[in-house]
């Protein structure tokens, strides 16, 4: 399933993060003083565990009957089998996967780390939360006759998975951070039903204007001597253009109107990104924000090369 995942990766992010860390805000912290939300804690708290637990088996629960609702329910069944989607939108929403994959289980381990639970084992059961939950939506798809399981989303998810796991492991911090931005592409007024009939549609659905970035934390690798400040980063990104279908583009519309013939490319992308959960302030509430928004790469100058269009510059690039 192309689109949808992304689109619940950032509602499912935000929720949590508002549900778990506004729990000291509403007397679930264990003292006045207690350390603040964002940062773990080394007290074993149960309250705020079973809270967890609670929030995340609620969340789950919830979020597999809506998407069978929402997206499955008015197809027919079929037995387990497999589709090989790998060849569509030039893999944009692979990597829209992993990011998936990448985030929710961050918010695992982070929700582990605020209840106390010591740091390996945040990592390895908060850590593949996501990769579950993705997981059960290719279960979903593979029952499901209009689609199949999808042997490139499942690597993916493993992938997201894996590299967020293995840095805890590695260095105990995200020194590499998968990030997300995203403009208005010209294409989705040929194909509103596949990209995007309003702004937000447009947004979420056209891969078009998606940019998916490795965003490199250089205090992390350039050590604690160094004059770099601790938030500024190293972004290279991937987007896809010229894309009115999955497989190949479409010359003539739903109602029979001719699409102007577009070159699809692969871009790539270089430039300077702020990881904002390296900025603490004095408020939890400002903290709490700028960690739930720091899977957004911020708008900086860029390189671009396209594989069709070559070599351009963006003042700022979003």
Do not use: C
């Amino acid at each position: 399933m192309l689109i949808f995942n992304d689109i619940y990766a950032v509602l499912y992010r935000l929720f949590l993060w508002v549900l778990i860390f506004g729990f000291p805000f509403f007397g679930f912290s264990q003292k006045k003083d207690s350390v603040s939300v964002l940062y773990p804690s080394e007290v074993f708290s149960p309250k705020r565990t079973v809270g967890i637990v609670g929030i995340e088996f609620f969340g789950y629960t919830s979020s597999m009957v809506v998407l069978n609702s929402l997206w499955y329910k008015d197809y027919p069944r079929s037995s387990f089998h497999w589709f090989n989607d790998n060849h569509q939108w030039l893999q944009m929403d692979k990597i829209g996967h992993a990011t998936t994959s990448y985030y929710v289980g961050k918010i695992g381990i982070d929700a582990l780390r605020w209840s106390g639970v010591n740091k390996r084992k945040s990592v390895i059961y908060g850590g593949v939360l996501g990769l579950a939950f993705l997981t059960s939506v290719e279960v979903f798809d593979g029952i499901s006759e209009e689609w199949g399981a999808s042997s490139g989303d499942v690597i993916a998810n493993i992938s997201g998975a894996a590299l967020l796991i293995g840095q805890e492991l590695l260095w105990e911090e995200q020194r590499i951070m998968l990030k997300f931005s995203a403009h208005f592409s010209p294409y989705a007024q040929y194909r509103p039903n596949t990209l995007g009939g309003t702004w937000n549609e447009r947004f979420l659905k056209d891969y078009n204007g998606q940019t998916y970035w490795l965003s490199v934390n250089l205090k992390s690798f350039g050590g604690e001597g160094s004059y770099v400040p601790k938030w500024l980063n190293l972004a290279i990104g991937y987007s896809a253009d010229g894309m009115t279908g999955g497989s190949q583009n479409y010359l003539i519309d739903s109602e029979g109107n001719s699409i102007p013939e577009f070159e699809r490319q692969r871009q790539f992308f270089l430039s300077l990104d702020i990881d904002l959960t390296k900025i603490k302030t004095k408020s939890p509430f400002v903290n709490t924000l700028l960690g739930a928004f720091g899977f957004v790469k911020i708008p900086m100058p860029t390189y671009e090369y396209g594989t069709k269009s070559g070599l351009s510059a963006h003042f700022l690039y979003f």
